[in-house]
């Protein structure tokens, strides 16, 4: 290339980009406005979560309760048999003839109890009842003036707990029992047993303990302890101190029964209380006020607790950054396609939220073509981009960066050209590049220890975080907003306090 084709390649865009200038200083237009700036607060939306409250009953106490209210005589016989030994009767010449009459008796006897047992696991809670019965059949025909017989039976009774809607337990038991020694005795050669007298009463022992048996659970009160359990559900818990300030605030809606169950020395009730969950940002949000314990629903849904967590970045910890790295750039050098290198000064970064869902980025930029052909030019450029991140990926860019330019005089081309550059474009690009991992774990850290337990009197509230998905990020007054959505299992149980001893 010759030198005067070199000189041409490079005077005739300066003088075009001059001619530019001059025209737009015929036709001046109004400086362009910022971007709108957007104050929308973060708003999480509430979710619907649920708290096991497990409400247990030792079964030494309702074993004691049981024993005490159980009298150890269970039944008493006293009565006449007409055919105590039925006639004796031979066949003779083809005829079945009565050789012995009838013989009647009186059969008195008590049938007493043990200890009753209680044990069982899961769903199962097993009762066991000894019985011994000492029974007499008395002046038996005029001949025999007493024979005593004694005997002894196991009797087991599968228990089915329940309870109404109103808090009132119910139970249904099913006996079966076997004799290991029947009561019986030998009579004139025939062995009579009493077996069957002993049956007859078993049934009224079975309806007695399915009638006190919800008596002595209501004496346990498993509903003042799920009203108490019921009240400190309502609560407000610091999930994150600080960067930002988030509050998780659970408000019990209804309560419902899940079973019982056995599980070692203790009787457990579960409840499963349906609450809202709601996360707050920034001051902590006003105690919910608790309402009266309700009547048991039907099983509510499978426990699992449900909340979401902010992620933010604070535009304020953006700027600086972009400051420094526009800053290095413009120590390296800036050359601008067919104009030349460029002296740079970038100042004053302003970053925040606009329409659109995108962010807004200010920059003022003093520039001069150290080519001499444009002097020292001053103006404040906005940029717009599209934060972007994948799903469940902690890695946010900024794509479709757009420019805009608000100058002290018209020489808008200079600035826009500069900011087109493809260093400054992904030296701005590369600032607003955010990798939430670090953020993202602590405030997971701070709200797993925030939940893990928290004791209000004799109630501790447990809470679990398991699954844990994130979403798109959004750009929001008050910084760039990651939500994020936890999963786990809460309970809320009974555990007084144990007292130092001296």
């Given at each position: 290339m010759t030198a005067r084709a070199a000189l041409h390649d490079r005077v005739i865009p300066c003088l075009a980009m001059l001619a530019a200038i001059?025209?737009?200083?015929?036709?001046?237009?109004?400086?362009?406005?910022?971007?709108?700036?957007?104050?929308?607060?973060?708003?999480?939306?509430?979710?619907?979560?649920?708290?096991?409250?497990?409400?247990?009953?030792?079964?030494?106490?309702?074993?004691?309760?049981?024993?005490?209210?159980?009298?150890?005589?269970?039944?008493?016989?006293?009565?006449v048999e007409d055919r105590c030994v039925p006639a004796q009767r031979l066949k003779l010449f083809g005829k079945r003839v009565k050789v012995t009459p009838d013989l009647r008796c009186?059969?008195?006897?008590?049938?007493?109890?043990?200890?009753?047992?209680?044990?069982?696991?899961?769903?199962?809670?097993?009762?066991?009842?000894?019985?011994?019965?000492?029974?007499?059949?008395?002046?038996?025909?005029?001949l025999i003036r007493r024979e005593t017989a004694t005997g002894a039976a196991t009797v087991h009774g599968n228990v089915r707990l329940d309870i109404r809607p109103d808090w009132t337990p119910?139970?249904?038991?099913?006996?079966?029992?076997?004799?290991?020694?029947?009561?019986?005795?030998?009579?004139l050669g025939k062995r009579i047993t009493f077996v069957d007298k002993a049956d007859d009463k078993l049934a009224d022992v079975v309806a007695k303990l399915e009638r006190d048996l919800p008596k002595q659970l209501r004496a346990l009160d498993a509903r003042k302890e799920a009203a108490e359990a019921w009240r400190q559900g309502f609560a407000t818990l610091l999930l994150n101190r600080e960067n930002p300030p988030v509050w998780l605030r659970i408000v019990p809606t209804r309560i419902g029964f899940a079973g019982y169950r056995v599980q070692g020395r203790n009787l457990e009730l579960t409840a499963t209380a349906e609450a809202l969950t709601q996360t707050f940002v920034g001051d902590r949000p006003t105690d919910p006020t608790p309402t009266p314990l309700p009547d048991l629903a039907r099983q509510v849904k499978q426990p699992k607790l449900a909340f979401q967590i902010p992620v933010l970045a604070d535009y304020a910890q953006l700027e600086p950054v972009l400051t420094r790295a526009l800053a290095k750039l413009a120590a390296r050098g800036i050359t601008i396609p067919q104009a030349g290198p460029v002296d740079a000064k970038f100042s004053d970064v302003t970053i925040y939220a606009t329409s659109g869902g995108r962010l807004a980025v200010g920059i003022t930029v003093d520039a001069k073509l150290k080519s001499g052909l444009i002097d020292h030019t001053r103006g404040r450029v906005w940029l717009t981009g599209m934060p972007y991140n994948d799903a469940n990926s902690e890695l946010v860019e900024i794509r479709d960066l757009r420019v805009a330019a608000d100058t002290n005089r018209e020489t808008v081309n200079l600035l826009i050209q500069l900011f087109q550059t493809p260093d400054v474009v992904e030296a701005i690009r590369r600032s607003l590049t955010q990798d939430f991992a670090n953020d993202y774990a602590k405030v997971l850290r701070s709200a797993r220890a925030a939940i893990a337990e928290r004791r209000q009197g004799d109630f501790v509230l447990r809470a679990d975080i398991g699954e844990v998905t994130h979403g798109r990020v959004v750009p929001t007054g008050q910084g760039l907003f990651m939500p994020v959505q936890a999963y786990g299992t809460a309970s809320i149980a009974y555990r007084p306090r144990v007292a130092k001893k001296r």
């Open positions: 001059a025209i737009a200083g015929c036709h001046r237009k109004p400086p362009q406005q910022p971007p709108p700036r957007l104050e929308t607060p973060v708003q999480l939306p509430e979710a619907t979560s649920s708290i096991v409250v497990p409400i247990t009953a030792r079964l030494g106490d309702l074993e004691r309760s049981i024993n005490r209210e159980m009298p150890l005589t269970l039944w008493s016989i006293d009565r009186r059969i008195v006897g008590t049938v007493r109890r043990g200890r009753v047992t209680l044990a069982g696991s899961g769903k199962t809670l097993r009762l066991t009842l000894p019985v011994n019965a000492t029974i007499s059949a008395e002046d038996i025909g005029g119910t139970a249904k038991v099913s006996i079966d029992y076997d004799w290991t020694t029947p009561p019986g005795v030998t009579l």
